[in-house]
């Protein structure tokens, strides 16, 4: 009988260390020096990755499978070029945002470029939040930007508003292909680097 392969995706790895310190601090405490059993551990650390024992992670992943093997593969989503140009209109040739469009959606079109821009998996500052919105906002309202990816949910900030976080998602179709346009335009706008490799002497024949 093969054996299930069982996976956890940990968001904290720091939470998951504090998780796991916390409770064999207390076992040790309770039963004093004797090493955890295979089944602790493994409800040890379902518990970090946010499950209530390893059972509770096993029956949630199970349910995933079965609910993957009954959908359908989705309908690739139909691209508007014309949207994407219009939104491309609002940028520089270096991507920076040059005005705010007036319409809903473009604006939330517009702010999965912001989005891209923001590194993925990692706690930010506020500061270093505001300086890179700052670096693609030519319009002088980055506040307007960091507000506006939040209430979108594409960006989440702690209660004190001290750490934000990129939510990692896939963008849609429409926003994908805004991102490669920008990508590409930027591309195409620096300038080759010049070669630092000395100028051959020509000499005319004789």
């Not at 551990?41 to 093997?69: D, I, P, V, W």
Request: net charge positive.
């Amino acid at each position: 009988m093969s054996k299930t392969m069982l996976s956890i995706l940990v968001p904290d790895v720091s939470a998951l260390a504090k998780t796991l310190r916390r409770e064999l601090d207390a076992r040790q405490t309770l039963l004093g020096s004797a090493s955890p059993s295979h089944v602790e551990l493994l409800n040890m650390l379902a518990r970090g990755a946010g499950f209530r024992n390893f059972q509770h992670l096993k029956a949630a992943q199970a349910a995933e499978a079965r609910l993957a093997a009954t959908q359908q593969p989705a309908e690739p989503e139909p691209v508007d070029h014309k949207r994407i140009e219009q939104v491309a209109r609002c940028f520089d040739v270096d991507g920076v945002l040059t005005r705010w469009p007036g319409k809903t959606a473009q604006q939330r079109l517009v702010l999965w470029w912001f989005w891209a821009a923001l590194p993925a998996r990692r706690d930010l500052t506020e500061p270093e939040v505001n300086a890179i919105l700052k670096r693609l906002n030519g319009f002088g309202d980055h506040v307007l930007i960091r507000r506006e990816l939040i209430d979108w949910g594409m960006v989440s900030r702690s209660t004190d508003c001290r750490v934000y976080r990129r939510i990692e998602t896939r963008p849609p179709a429409q926003a994908t292909a805004l991102i490669r346009h920008l990508e590409a335009k930027r591309r195409a706008s620096i300038p080759p680097r010049p070669s630092n490799r000395p100028a051959r002497e020509v000499r005319a024949g004789l």
